[in-house]
């Protein structure tokens, strides 16, 4: 069993016009196997949680504290927090020109695991991982999200995570840009990459339709950088009849 703790977190942006707060206080604990969904109106502060449990070098923490297992996160450099167990996908994959998925799949896997691969397992559960993802063979030998579509962004991620097997993973919106196939494909690939119920998940979305696939155990509505309401699975169907009007002020509602 590991815990993913966020205790009182406040995270700011430097901007032109000066230091601007957008988590204001979020407290939030997830367990091993544990499915938790964020979901909030644009511009809530849901990316730049998981841009700060990453540890994106943009996101200032002014206070309060992310741990491990006991172990202070926020004291980690974005490698150690790989290797201790935190994976993101990203909402916006970045390109890595002259690197082929190949290559920075067995080098992220070394390092994260400390130790090479051995190479004839490895090369298996590359190719048995991307069939069921629906990835055509020659796609190993891309560079990284060069050309890539948006379906194959995401895939790709999700491609990662199985071949990774983190304990923690956080998925920023992983359905968007999406259709209903590859929706189905990306959501069954986080399933398959916790089948054993041992990782937990951090589910950043919209909307609802992911969480037709992905059952989670809690939702947390995030509204201006702090959790607004939280509950169980019904709480998503409410938000889809309802939407996040009620928790907006009345001037951004008019």
């Known amino acids: 069993m590991s815990t993913l703790e966020i205790k009182d977190l406040h995270v ?49 923490v002014d206070s309060g504290s992310i741990t491990l297992d006991g172990e202070d996160v926020l004291a980690m450099s974005v490698d150690k927090r790989a290797r201790a167990g935190l994976f993101l996908a990203m909402q916006y994959p970045v390109e890595i020109p002259g690197v082929t998925v190949t290559n920075f799949l067995r080098t992220a896997k070394t390092a994260i695991d400390g130790e090479a691969p051995k190479l004839r397992t490895w090369t298996k559960d590359v190719k048995d991982a991307m069939a069921q993802l629906r990835i055509e063979p020659e796609f190993a030998a891309r560079n990284v999200n060069e050309g890539f579509s948006g379906g194959e962004k995401k895939r790709h991620e999700i491609l990662q995570l199985e071949l990774f097997k983190p304990k923690f993973a956080i998925l920023d919106e992983t359905d968007s840009g999406l259709d209903v196939d590859a929706l189905k494909v990306v959501s069954e690939g986080v399933i398959r990459a916790n089948e054993d119920g041992t990782m937990g998940t951090l589910l950043i979305t919209h909307y609802t339709r992911i969480l037709r696939y992905i059952k989670p155990d809690f939702v947390h509505v995030f509204v201006d950088g702090n959790i607004a309401e939280q509950g169980g699975p ?20 008019a």
Do not use: C, W
Not at 13 to 40: C, F, R, Y
């Open 12 to 60: 700011s942006i430097d901007t032109e016009q000066g230091k601007k707060p957008i988590l204001k206080g979020v407290s939030l604990t997830i367990n091993s196997g544990e499915t938790h969904a964020i979901m909030g109106p644009n511009g809530s502060g849901k990316s730049t949680l998981a841009s700060t449990i990453a540890g994106h070098p943009r996101y200032v």
């Open 234 to 253: 019904e709480l998503a169907d409410r938000l889809e009849a309802e939407g996040y009007d009620r928790f907006l002020p009345a001037t951004a509602q």
